[in-house]
């Protein structure tokens, strides 16, 4: 009986390893578009893999295991299966494999940010792959090599390795050709060679789009959008920046969703649509913190896991004494004093991540509460006002009140318009200006003209005060800024003036030109303010006041101007005395202004 049942378990084995290898294959294939996918064949082939006890494919569905959980950002899952996959492999002498995970290994350094150990993987698999003259192993690991050169922004070195790989595609595996090109054009946007990076984007759109690679076409095209914003063709970017923004949402890959809706958020900002710019810039904050706290949580277990293999080394170390002869003593000393001075820095390392962790909380925490503060005067301040105003339309409407009993209500309805458009221009500005890495347009203008211009866009408050606002130093004093952040900026500053100055009494703005630095100054005779209160000026922490003559604010135009300030590359500051007024100063420097 025996003998007819052992050629028909062969047989099974055999079928078997051929439908694992066939999953595999499959699996490699998948990790770049569907990395969900490719998790559960990888899965799937590991237990055929037990349940026939081949060690060899086992070891390579962990392989793919690992490799799954990189593409979808799960680094600490990756390292646990790849470490898995490396004994396997190492205990069974399987050296392609081996050199493999070496690779797979240097991925998940390179994803959570240390380069340098990733180099030094990528190097462990080259040593391995170039004695067997793989091909597409090599192109592999030189295309791997240069995107670690290019995190760390050496990009003649990352061009090296990339020409490398280029020498190693051959038509068995073409269709990883677009992941090369994508490479190449970004190292070329990334040096300014616009020229260059087109041509070689044009080559990953036809390659992508014949061979299927969802990822390289969505990165294709978030790269088309940064090149048509440095080229000055927004609606282009635009196009672009949609399509890789809908494929990364369709994807669900949180790292793809954050850096698309940032590249969404700026080409919005561009055209300057922005509410769209801002709803993009909200999605890119919510994924920011997911994305920067999975990176954290990565960093700080790969640590951790470290930290368990120097715990283990230790304990081999005393083992290794209570059955050293005497004459080894001393070498046990000198290991001894090199493990401490690993911990050291090991334990420096873990502290300056913490407290890394603890100035990256607060500073998310004074963010958070600033935005909390801004989304709730977006559903007070805003809703309030429309319901007003929508009522006495309804009202007028449906003739519940004729044109004669609607005029009392105008003044108070061009109020509410004014302050809503005035709390929607901040909040605009506000957004655009938390947009990092924009390039500011700067032009040549005098500040008499940007005076001039809200000295008549504010008569009416100024009239209804009887204050007198006067700048004629600003006469011939010129800037190179962006002038529309500038004005911004100098109406909220005009308008807290007024708002906390006496009834006929005067706001000067006064333009000092020093030997490094320009300085405007806006100086009111109004009520002042405490010390306690000047520390909270600009944090959007303090309450907001109300003015002489009962005017109500929302506690953002202070705020705000701290960040515009910022953005022109200068700084404020405020000097106050309680019921004799106040100077707020606005400094730039020669080289910005």
């Known amino acids: 009986m025996m003998c007819v049942l052992a050629p028909a378990l062969a047989q099974n084995n055999n079928d078997t390893r051929q439908e694992i290898l066939s999953i595999l294959s499959e699996a490699s294939d998948e990790v770049y578009d569907d990395p969900n996918g490719s998790l559960e064949k990888s899965i799937r082939a590991k237990e055929l893999a037990d349940q026939i006890k081949d060690d060899s494919l086992k070891a390579a569905a962990l392989n793919r295991i690992g490799n799954a959980h990189w593409s979808l950002g799960n680094q600490m899952d990756a390292i646990e299966f790849l470490q898995k996959s490396l004994q396997l492999a190492e205990a069974n002498n399987l050296e392609v494999l081996v050199s493999k995970n070496y690779g797979n290994i240097g991925n998940v350094y390179n994803a959570v940010g240390f380069n340098l150990d990733a180099i030094n993987y990528y190097r462990l698999e080259l040593g391995i792959q170039e004695q067997y003259q793989q091909s597409r192993r090599l192109f592999a690991v030189y295309n791997n090599i240069a995107r670690a050169y290019f995190n760390l922004n050496q990009y003649d070195s990352a061009h090296h390795y990339l020409n490398k790989a280029s020498k190693r595609l051959e038509d068995s595996f073409i269709h990883l050709s677009p992941i090369l090109y994508s490479n190449q054009a970004e190292t070329y946007l990334k040096q300014g060679k616009l020229e260059i990076a087109d041509s070689l984007l044009e ?276 800037l190179h800024s962006n002038r529309g952040i500038l004005r911004i900026l100098l109406r909220n500053l005009i308008v807290n003036a007024i708002k906390f100055s006496h009834p006929k009494s005067i706001v000067e703005v006064n333009c000092v030109e020093g030997e490094e630095t320009k300085i405007i100054e806006v100086i009111d005779q109004g009520i002042g303010m405490r010390e306690e209160m000047r520390e909270k000026l600009f944090t959007g922490g303090l309450e907001s006041k109300v003015g002489t003559n009962g005017e109500q604010g929302n506690g953002l135009g202070l705020a705000l101007c701290n960040d515009f300030v910022q953005i022109l590359g200068g700084k404020i500051d405020v000097e106050s005395v309680e019921g004799e007024g106040s100077v707020f100063r606005v400094i730039l420097t020669d080289q910005d202004a």
């Not at 790269?223 to 672009?240: D, I, Q, T, V, Y």
């Not at 309030?384 to 409407?397: A, G, H, T, Y």
């Open 203 to 478: 080559v990953t759109y036809r390659t992508s789009n014949q061979y299927g690679s969802k990822r390289t076409s969505l990165v294709a095209n978030q790269l088309k959008a940064e090149l048509e914003r440095k080229k000055g063709n927004p609606e282009h970017a635009l196009e672009h920046a949609q399509l890789a923004s809908d494929m990364a949402l369709e994807m669900g890959v949180k790292e793809l969703i954050y850096t698309t809706s940032k590249t969404l958020a700026n080409c919005y900002g561009d055209l300057g649509e922005f509410q769209k710019a801002f709803e993009n810039q909200i999605r890119y904050e919510a994924y920011k913190d997911s994305v920067q706290n999975v990176k954290v949580r990565n960093e700080l277990e790969l640590l951790s896991y470290y930290q368990r293999l120097f715990r283990l080394r230790v304990l081999e170390e005393k083992n290794q004494i209570s059955t050293t002869l005497a004459e080894q003593r001393q070498w046990i000393i000198n290991g001894l004093v090199i493990v401490l001075v690993i911990a050291t820095i090991l334990i420096g390392i873990i502290f300056y991540s913490t407290m890394k962790i603890r100035k990256q909380k607060r500073e998310l925490e004074q963010l958070n509460a600033f935005k909390t503060k801004i989304f709730a005067i977006v559903s007070h301040d805003l809703k309030s006002p429309i319901q007003s105003v929508s009522s006495v339309i309804e009202m007028f409407n449906e003739k519940l009140i004729s044109k004669e009993e609607i005029e009392p209500y105008l003044p108070e309805v061009r109020e509410k318009t004014s302050n809503l458009m005035g709390l929607l221009n901040n909040i605009f500005l506000w957004a655009e200006g938390q947009m990092e890495g924009e390039n500011l347009a700067k032009e040549n203008f005098t500040v008499h003209q940007v005076l001039e211009d809200l000295n008549a866009e504010l008569k009416d408050r100024l009239e209804e005060k009887a204050i007198q606002l006067k700048y004629e130093s600003a006469f011939g004093f010129n």
